[in-house]
């Protein structure tokens, strides 16, 4: 079954205290992207990768970072979290970056006290 | 920046009853697709419009792009509780060839 899996679903943690969220997809996608989504500002994209080692900053790419050592795996990284990225956060993957269709993830709900 | 601004943002209606949500640009796109996103799941693509003027139809929902290529509108007939959930557009072309998402619209179908 094609999916992109997204770990963990939910996770609380600590001012500075650095976390990674795994996304991982099956599909042999070359494009895959990092999104937050906040009531009242929608999806918003954080990181992008069109390849393996090739990434770039989105919208809203302060805070985070990326890596893409595998076609298959694009984990987000906090090194210092701060209560301003609690958020609901979406990997999603595409066969390119031409608009061909998203596949989302199930979700990552982080809050950051 | 390409903008994408959904209309209305809240809608709640009885089941039966049909509806339409917009999703309106001052930019142009190559194409425009449409998902869904119930509770506490990631969205799903509903349909890919790409033609100016282009109707697509999926069951009970028809698809529309404007000839311009600038707006789209989702209409749902006869709604039902399943079709609740957050309904988003997302313009892909322009200046910046990337996906850019409208804020979605939450559709509310009470029994």
Redesign the interface.
């Given at each position: 079954e094609a999916q992109v899996t997204q770990n963990p679903r939910y996770l609380i943690t600590v001012t500075g205290k650095k976390l990674t969220v795994t996304c991982s997809q099956n599909m042999n996608h070359e494009y895959m992207s990092w999104y937050r989504q906040d009531p009242g500002l929608g999806l918003r994209q954080i990181y992008y990768s069109m390849n393996v080692e090739v990434t770039d900053k989105g919208d809203v790419p302060e805070g985070y970072k990326v890596s893409r050592k595998e076609k298959r795996n694009f984990p987000l990284i906090l090194e210092s979290p701060s209560p301003n990225q609690t958020s609901l956060y979406f990997c999603a993957s595409s066969l390119s970056d031409r608009g061909t269709e998203a596949f989302f993830g199930q979700g990552t709900r982080l809050t950051v006290v | 920046t390409q903008l994408l601004e959904q209309s209305p943002q809240f809608l709640s209606i009885q089941e039966g009853e049909n509806l339409t949500v917009y999703c309106n640009s001052s930019s142009v796109f190559?194409?425009l697709?449409w998902?869904r996103q119930e509770p506490?799941?990631?969205?799903?693509?509903l349909v890919?419009v790409v033609t100016g003027g282009e109707v697509k139809k999926l069951k009970r929902l028809t698809f529309q792009f404007g000839d311009a290529r600038k707006d789209s509108s989702l209409h749902i007939t006869a709604a039902q509780p399943g079709d609740t959930g957050l309904y988003?557009c997302?313009g892909?072309?322009g200046s910046n060839?990337?996906?850019t998402?409208?804020?979605?619209t939450l559709l509310t179908v009470n029994p």
């Open positions: - | 190559s194409s697709q998902y506490g799941e990631g969205p799903v693509l890919t988003l997302a892909f072309g060839y990337k996906l998402f409208g804020k979605g």
